[in-house]
């Protein structure tokens, strides 16, 4: 069983302070991973995808990705009461017969206070 | 260029009933995943389907099934409804199967009575 652990929070931070989040996954051989945001009564839609080891940045965001630690997180800078939202950690690891299978981690809510 | 498109967005359903479900994915796109999302058991995967083909099935019972047309487009099913059932099923798709990013639908929020 492939499985995608996150801290469910709630984590909260002021406005304009640093957010981070933290996701961990236990098939070593995982080879994409993404984060997603989900805002209450909506759908998942796409903040980052990370496939090697290192730093990713975008605007005020950067993903994190450490293979050897099977660990990826998403740094939020400057945040903003906008950001509050479910973030979603999702992996895709072989699953057999030439396929690959995305799991979801159950999310961490982050509340930005103004 | 067109999102993930689900129908209906709501749907209220006794126990007992079948429902379906459809999505219309990203033009172009051949992959197509379905989520079930509860508050307490977050995302969890249903099945995915490419180029008409099962490729990949989450751990739930036999009533819930799904298929993928030539277009596409897929539908899941899902029979004798039970009240366990009502959660919102998202639909995702993907240009190529498994590693690639997944666009999702708005959903469809199903509720059992």
């Known amino acids: 069983q492939k499985e995608v652990e996150q801290n469910s929070g709630p984590l909260s931070v002021p406005e304009g302070a640093i957010a981070s989040l933290n996701c961990t996954y236990s098939d070593r051989g995982s080879q994409s991973f993404f984060w997603y945001r989900q805002y209450s009564g909506k759908s998942p839609e796409l903040i980052m995808s990370?496939?090697?080891?290192g730093d990713k940045e975008d605007g005020r965001f950067t993903a994190q990705l450490n293979k050897a630690s099977q660990y990826v997180s998403l740094l939020i800078r400057d945040s903003q009461p906008s950001d509050s939202a479910t973030y979603l950690c999702?992996?895709?690891?072989?699953?057999?017969?030439?396929?690959?299978?995305?799991?979801f981690g159950k999310g961490t809510k982050l509340s930005v206070i103004p | 260029k067109a999102g993930v498109t689900q129908t209906p967005r709501y749907l209220i359903k006794t126990r007992g009933q079948q429902v379906t479900l459809s999505c219309s994915p990203i033009s172009g796109h051949r992959s197509v995943s379905w989520y079930q999302q509860t508050p307490g058991q977050g995302l969890q995967f249903l099945f995915e389907?490419?180029?008409?083909?099962?490729?990949n099935k989450g751990n739930f019972p036999g009533r819930f099934s799904g298929r993928q047309f030539s277009n596409s487009r897929s539908e899941m099913n899902v029979s004798t409804l039970e009240l366990g059932d009502s959660a919102l099923y998202l639909c995702?798709?993907?240009?190529?199967?498994?590693?690639?990013?997944?666009?999702f639908g708005a959903g469809t929020r199903l509720s059992v009575l």
């Open positions: 990370i496939y090697s080891n």
């Open positions: 999702a992996v895709a690891a072989y699953s057999g017969a030439g396929s690959y299978q995305l799991t």
């Open positions: 389907y490419f180029s008409e083909t099962q490729r």
């Open positions: 995702a798709s993907s240009a190529s199967q498994g590693r690639d990013i997944q666009y």
